[in-house]
């Protein structure tokens, strides 16, 4: 069972805006360390807390964020990687930028509850 969900721009609004629960998105680009640091973190967290907190992961390109071609990206100003947002009824409600560690992020997502 796939406890992270892959969100692009063409899903974004029905797996994250209109969602019944709180979701997390981790906006993440390749090469990136810091989201290569916190990725299996995530994924044990929303194997633990997944029945709470929906757990998304959104993939930037560079191209993508250089050039301003993604709504999403554009509209929530992504400008480093990871980005984590959790949304709450379609709006932000908890912003972080940059790698956490276990502890840190376990905060972050106990904090959306």
């Known amino acids: 069972m796939a406890f992270v969900v892959d969100v692009t721009e063409d899903n974004f609004r029905e797996e994250v805006l209109t969602c019944d629960r709180p979701v997390l998105v981790d906006f993440y680009a390749d090469g990136c360390g810091p989201c290569?640091?916190?990725?299996?973190?995530?994924?044990?967290?929303?194997?633990?807390?997944?029945?709470?907190?929906?757990?998304?992961?959104?993939?930037?390109?560079m191209d993508e964020?250089?050039?301003?071609?993604?709504?999403?990206?554009?509209?929530?100003?992504?400008?480093?990687?990871?980005?984590?947002?959790?949304?709450?009824?379609?709006?932000?409600?908890?912003?972080?930028l940059g790698a956490l560690n276990r502890t840190e992020l376990l905060e972050f997502v106990e904090a959306a509850f």
């Open 65 to 96: 964020v250089l050039n301003n071609t993604n709504e999403v990206v554009e509209k929530y100003e992504v400008m480093g990687f990871p980005t984590l947002l959790i949304f709450k009824d379609g709006e932000v409600a908890q912003s972080h």
């Open 36 to 61: 290569e640091f916190i990725a299996p973190i995530l994924d044990e967290l929303a194997e633990e807390h997944g029945d709470r907190l929906k757990f998304t992961k959104f993939y930037v390109s």
